[in-house]
């Protein structure tokens, strides 16, 4: 499997049919937009005492177990689902927000930024810091008491159409398949998961949203969606060095003025501490290596003297959307619905989504379940499209719409300034604000340069202490992959990483991606070669993002597969 260079062979075998289930609403991922709607549906149909069947896919090994955030949580979309669920003995949301910092660092020191001139909204207090991966372990068992069927471990690998063209459900992917694509002893057909509508809710850059947005053309009159990658440590620190509810957001060192992105360390529950890094994927150095600028982060005095004498518990990493308002395709299309960071609901400057995607997932449920009562399917949710464009996410997303084109066209310090006086006006004149959208332009994988035109970045070493090398922090992440199946990452044209990437890119895999999956190794003849271990994957679909030849697509793997995040 480390070998492969990505193609897919022919099966070898006829298969046998799928089995086919039938559910009034199909649901593909269990993270906060998936499971805010498939409670909602579920709350409709006890609510009017209606018969309704609701399944949630999710390909992580457990729900919970591909979550990853900071994560400062605003309850404004918990408050909507389920009323009182800060009351809940067994909610592990329990930390708030008591102070907020906000510095900008250089090299060895840092200015503190006041908060006063900030808009209101970048303000953090009523928020809830902890682990998002356990809020949805949390409300998976909400949905299950609900009566919602949710099925862990099992990967939604394709689209099933009607003869019309509209969405009729998913397939998961078959299990047991060898690396050369032929049955093994414990080869499991996948199943087909029919639903009267399907709600996609599989996070940033999903695989199956990515097909029905190009397969439905529903970006044609939006900007190209923007990315960023968040690299994230969970940290036990000394219990004097412990502050609850202390919310730190920096920008700055170690990232040049002219390359976006930030970096968090927040407090909470017993000695722990959320330490992140986000670069904006729209970076243009093909040297630059995120995960490396994320291990120099901590070197900084600042951050470094809080966490000496801790001990890092968890690592992970993920692509989030960052185009905004003028980024969101068309939502719905014939038989379903894009919810959640699937359809990019992530407000940057805020960098929060989950209140956005309970609330997406909301909408959803309450526009299909009236479809369904009045004996609709497989058609056009219109009414979902308008509730999300007038109501709590639109507005959310249109008051900071220009935030990110703004630190992408005048660097970080001109950017923020600007951003911040157009927040400012969107909030008192929150109709019109300065009168303008910006655009984003191309997207972000034509925004490398050449290494002609490039710098090469002398990383230190790890010191294993407080930085680490990246293989040895996937072993945190708890990643693993069946070694013997086909590799989830596949290549368009095989050649392109070695004769075209390589010379004019330095084959920039090798650096964007946070696990080392992607190497130039040598050859017996000397001869470089492009391999890929896909076995270290921990799903952040960078590279089906930042590849400069566009010629990676991520697939998903067997069901089960990829991290298995504990208290991210």
């Not at 991922?29 to 609701?54: C, F, H, M, N, T």
């Not at 729900?63 to 918990?78: C, E, N, R, T, Y």
Request: glycine fraction near 12%.
């Amino acid at each position: 499997m480390a070998d492969s260079n990505g193609q897919l062979p022919e099966r070898e075998a006829q298969l046998p049919e799928r089995e086919a289930m039938e559910f009034d609403v199909v649901i593909v991922g269990a993270g906060p937009s998936g499971l805010a709607a498939a409670i909602r549906l579920r709350q409709l149909a006890d609510e009017q005492g209606k018969e309704l069947s609701v399944v949630v896919l999710e390909k992580g090994s457990e729900v919970g177990a591909h979550i990853l955030s900071g994560a400062v949580v605003d309850p404004s979309g918990l408050n909507r689902l389920l009323p009182g669920w800060a009351d809940e003995a067994d909610c592990p949301l329990k930390t708030q927000v008591k102070t907020d910092r906000f510095y900008y660092l250089r090299a060895q020191g840092k200015i503190p930024l006041p908060g006063f001139p900030m808009p209101p909204l970048m303000n953090n207090h009523g928020n809830y810091v902890g682990s998002l991966g356990d809020l949805t372990r949390w409300l998976g068992e909400k949905a299950a008491e609900l009566g919602v069927e949710v099925y862990p471990g099992f990967a939604a690998s394709e689209v099933l159409y009607d003869e019309k063209g509209a969405v009729v459900g998913v397939a998961t992917g078959d299990m047991g398949v060898s690396a050369d694509g032929t049955p093994k002893d414990s080869f499991l057909r996948g199943m087909e998961l029919r639903g009267k509508y399907t709600l996609l809710a599989e996070g940033a850059r999903g695989s199956l949203s990515k097909t029905l947005i190009e397969h439905f053309d529903l970006a044609a009159d939006s900007e190209p969606q923007k990315f960023g990658i968040g690299l994230k440590e969970l940290w036990e620190i000394e219990p004097g060095k412990h502050q609850p509810g202390l919310v730190q957001h920096s920008f700055g060192w170690p990232l040049d003025n002219s390359t976006g992105g930030g970096s968090f360390l927040y407090h909470y529950g017993e000695n722990l501490v959320s330490v992140g890094f986000v670069v904006h994927l729209n970076y243009q150095n093909p040297y630059l290596s995120p995960y490396h600028e994320f291990q120099r982060f901590k070197t900084h005095p600042h951050i470094a003297e809080t966490l000496t004498g801790g001990r890092r518990i968890a690592y992970g990493a993920r692509a989030i959307t960052e185009g905004g308002w003028q980024s969101i395709p068309k939502l719905a299309f014939p038989g379903g619905a894009l919810i959640g960071c699937a359809a990019g609901f992530m407000n940057l400057p805020r960098i929060k989504g989950s209140h956005n995607a309970i609330q997406s997932g909301i909408e959803a449920a309450e526009t299909a379940f009236a479809a369904i009562n009045q004996g609709r399917e497989h058609d056009v949710l219109d009414g979902y499209e308008q509730r999300i464009r007038e109501g709590a996410v639109g507005k959310d997303l249109k008051t900071v719409r220009n935030a990110k084109p703004l630190w992408s066209r005048f660097g970080t310090i001109g950017g923020i300034m600007l951003a911040g006086i157009d927040m400012w006006a969107n909030t008192i004149l929150p109709r019109v604000g300065l009168g303008f959208t910006l655009g984003h332009g191309k997207p972000d994988s034509d925004a490398l340069k050449t290494t002609a035109n490039a710098k090469p970045i002398d990383y230190p070493k790890p010191d294993g202490k407080l930085t680490f090398d990246r293989l040895t922090n996937v072993s945190f992440s708890a990643t693993n992959h069946e070694e013997d199946q086909p590799v989830h990452l596949l290549l368009a044209d095989k050649s392109v990483p070695i004769d075209v990437n390589l010379p004019k890119y330095a084959e920039p895999a090798q650096r964007y991606c946070p696990a080392g999956v992607y190497e130039i190794v040598e050859d017996e003849d000397g001869k470089p070669r492009f391999q890929i271990n896909a076995q270290n994957c921990v799903h952040c679909k960078t590279c089906d993002i930042k590849d400069p030849s566009g010629n990676i697509t991520w697939v998903c793997p067997e069901g089960g597969g990829g991290p298995n995040y504990t208290g991210m």
